[in-house]
Each structure stands twice: as structure tokens, then as C-alpha cells.
């Protein structure tokens, strides 16, 4: 598309933003003035305006960041490059695998803006799942998404310099500061960003005073500071994923950055887990629930096994690293990725329950007495995956100790 002349930030309205799609060219000039513009950003942090031509059915999204989060307001604020980082991080993905993530058809970083592709006819995930639906593209369209963009980042098929210039290009310090504090911080001390019912008290008392867990939780914490194996996605839960019956795509990569490699499939795997057990309160029919609750499952594991599968067969064909045909090298790198994705996942499960941002999956539970009983079992499984990550040997340990719990 044709490229506009940079303008200073301002943020957009639904009058303002037709100046930005207007040069690009996308609608007839004739269909301009008759464009629909709704802003539909539901998330934390950005806007979102979805650009329709009745006439025509083309449509568009132009997503813009606010100097600021908007879940938390102007006290909070954040810086603009997220949107470079956004688009970059989307148009490297794209190199790999286009059909799993939204067109970029235009960004400017001066505005903080990212023209994409229109996914209206998609659902975001998180709602899907509450729901009770099932997505049978999706376990393998996630492994996938993870196995290249893991392995085409990584240490084991680039050239040393490429590499470093990828983790300079996707220095993202500012909203790994997010992570570090409402992930792998603020959970587990007693700070004003938490938010959880009174009735959790003596369960989160429990995880403040566990040493054992805690030493863990550091652990994690430094492998999420200082490890850049990868370029991840950085915030891969079921809210970043637009899924239809036979297509998903990833969307939502502002948190992306150089960091370990177990960390995106972590995220997603604990918000699946999460809606397994809220399900307990969603669907009352004992044999729907148990289907249901047997596809979460399965997504999980078919996930992790396509990742491996993808993940080994690049490597085979693609790896240069001078170790790539020593036995054992590849196996031991998917068994740590593996127990350390276990930790995190322990960490997000617990963060979603009892730090600043919670999911709908748990929150939307009709009665409170229920909703907390669940939220106590969420702590339990959290901490049990944190301080047990090296016991995991097999993604079916997972999903029995998930049923289980
Ligand atoms: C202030 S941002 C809160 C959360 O929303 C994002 O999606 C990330 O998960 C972040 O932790
Ligand atoms: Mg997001």
C-alpha cells in the first residue's frame, strides 16, 4: 500500500482515523464518506477501530497505542514503540506462517498505528471456550505458530549477528516490566496491584510464606530476564487468539521480545487449564462437560505434540548450530523448554487468579462461594506446577494432574 506522510502522535477518533486508511487506498475514493467506523478495542491497553464499506463488505482494522494503559488510566503511562514492536513482530511471523496471523497492510510508528486485516468473521478464543465450543484446527494451527517462530528466532538457525540484531530490534523493556511485576512479581508478595476476594486470604497467605515456592518463582522470574532463546509472542493467552471452525490466528504480539522458550505455549497451555476447571461451573451437563472438558485437554497435548514434531523436523532439515547432529542436544533442549513452560504456566495460572489482570473463564462463574472454590483450586494447581516443574517428564503428566485437580 501506498505510504502517507508521517504525522505527529495524536490519538485517533472514529472522524480522525479515515485519514489515516484514506491514502492507502484500500476503499474506492468514491466509498470514503460512506465508511462505518466503530472503536471495538475491549482489551487492556490500545484502540481499535474496525473500518467497514457497506457497499463493497471490504473492512479493515486500524489499531492505535494510547500513551497509557487503558485498563489502569493516565497514571499508567506506556511507551508508543509497542506498536512498532506489534508490527514488526507480525510481519516476522508472517515470514513463516502467514495463514496464522493477521495482513499488515500498513503501520506507523510516529502514530503508533498497524493497519491489519479484518478477522470480524473470527471469535476471540477466550469467549469461544467459555461457551462450551470447540476449535478442531486450533491445537495444531498453536504448535505450529510456536515450532517456527521458535526455531526461525532462534540461536540454532541464525547467524549470530542476525540474532543479536533480532533481540536489539525487539528490545521490549517497557512491557516486559509488565510481565515481570504482574506475572512474576506482584502475585506473590502482598502488593497494592493484586486484586482477589477476601474469602482467598489464607490460600494466598500459604503462597506468600512458601519459601520453597517462591525460590522457584524467582528461578522463572531470572530465566525471564535474562534468557532471550527465542522471539515470543510474550502474552499468548486465549484473549490473543481469533479462531472460526477451520482457521486461527494469532494476534496481539505487542509483548513480543527475546526471551525463553517454553514461555508462549506456558500461557496458553494455563488458560486452557483455566477453563477446564471454570467449566466445572459453566456447563451443569455431566457428559457435555466431561467432552468439553476432554477437548481442552487434548488441545493441550496435540499442541505440545506438533510443536515437537514441527520444532524437530526444522531442526533436522534447517539447523545450523555445530551441535545440531550430536544425540541428545535437540531431545535435552525440548525437555527443559518443556519443565520450564510447566513453572511458567504455574505462574500464569496463579496470576490470572489473584494478581491485577484475572480472566472472564473464572470471573463470569454465576455464584461467589463457587467462584472461589474454583479460584482456590486454580492456587493449588498454580503451585503444585511451580514447585513440581522438573517432575514432568510428558505433556500427559500435564493433562492427568489438570484433570485431576
Ligand atoms: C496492564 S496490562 C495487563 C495484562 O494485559 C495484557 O494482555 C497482559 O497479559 C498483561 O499482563
Ligand atoms: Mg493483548
Known amino acids: 500500500m501506498s505510504v502517507k506522510v508521517k504525522q505527529a502522535y495524536e490519538p485517533l ?3 480522525s482515523v479515515i485519514d489515516v486508511v484514506k491514502p492507502l487506498n484500500f476503499f474506492d475514493e468514491a466509498a470514503v464518506d460512506g465508511l462505518v467506523v466503530k472503536e471495538i478495542g475491549d482489551g487492556n491497553l490500545n484502540l481499535v477501530f474496525h473500518i467497514n464499506d457497506p457497499l463493497s463488505q471490504k473492512a479493515l482494522i486500524v489499531k492505535q497505542a494510547l500513551p497509557y494503559a487503558k485498563v489502569v488510566g493516565e497514571s499508567w503511562p506506556l511507551t508508543l514503540d509497542r506498536a512498532r514492536i506489534e508490527s514488526d513482530a507480525l510481519l ?3 515470514e513463516s506462517v502467514p495463514h496464522l496471523v493477521p495482513c499488515v497492510y500498513y503501520s506507523d510508528s510516529q502514530l503508533a498505528v498497524t493497519v491489519m486485516e479484518d478477522l470480524s468473521d473470527h471469535k476471540i478464543l477466550r469467549k469461544g471456550l467459555i461457551e462450551g465450543r470447540t476449535y478442531p484446527q486450533l491445537a495444531e494451527d498453536i ?3 510456536a515450532a517456527n517462530t521458535a526455531f526461525f528466532s532462534s540461536d540454532f538457525y541464525l547467524h549470530p549477528f542476525e540474532k543479536k540484531e533480532q533481540v536489539k530490534r525487539f528490545s ?7 510481565t515481570e511485576d504482574l506475572v512474576f512479581t506482584d502475585p506473590f508478595f502482598d502488593h497494592d496491584t493484586n486484586d482477589f476476594p477476601v474469602e482467598l486470604q489464607s490460600e494466598v497467605n500459604k503462597i506468600w510464606n512458601d519459601s520453597e515456592l517462591l525460590k522457584e518463582v524467582a528461578q522463572l522470574r531470572f530465566s525471564f530476564l535474562t534468557r532471550a532463546e527465542i522471539l515470543l509472542h510474550g502474552d499468548l493467552h486465549t484473549g490473543s487468539i481469533f479462531v472460526k471452525e477451520k482457521s486461527t490466528k494469532v494476534i496481539d504480539p505487542e509483548f513480543a521480545f527475546y526471551g525463553p522458550a517454553g514461555f508462549d505455549l506456558a500461557h496458553f497451555f494455563a488458560n486452557l487449564a483455566l477453563n477446564h476447571l471454570s467449566q466445572n461451573a459453566h456447563t451443569k451437563e455431566p457428559f457435555q462437560r466431561e467432552s468439553f472438558q476432554s477437548y ?16 524437530s523436523e526444522l531442526w533436522h532439515k534447517k539447523a545450523a548450530d555445530p551441535f545440531a547432529k550430536t544425540e541428545g542436544v535437540l531431545e535435552n533442549f525440548l525437555q527443559n523448554t518443556f519443565q520450564e513452560a510447566i513453572g511458567f504456566a504455574g505462574c500464569e495460572v496463579i496470576r490470572r487468579t489473584v494478581g491485577l489482570a484475572h480472566v472472564a473463564d473464572l470471573d463470569s462463574i454465576e455464584h461467589k462461594e463457587v467462584e472461589h472454590f474454583y479460584k482456590k483450586k486454580a492456587l493449588e494447581l498454580g503451585s503444585y506446577l ?8 510428558n505433556i500427559n503428566q500435564l493433562t492427568d494432574w489438570i484433570r485431576g485437580v
Not at 521490549?172 to 509488565?178: A, D, G, S, T, Y
Not at 481442552?296 to 520444532?311: D, G, P, R, S, V
Request: aromatic letters at 12%; one cysteine or more; proline letters at 2%.
Open 13 to 15: 477518533n472514529e472522524v
Open 92 to 94: 516476522k511471523e508472517a
Open 143 to 145: 504448535g505450529t505458530f
Open 172 to 178: 521490549n523493556p517497557e512491557l516486559c516490566k509488565i
Open 296 to 311: 481442552l485437554l487434548e488441545t493441550i497435548e496435540k499442541t505440545w505434540n506438533t510443536y515437537t514434531k514441527t520444532f
Open 386 to 393: 511451580i514447585k513440581n516443574q522438573r517432575k514432568f517428564t
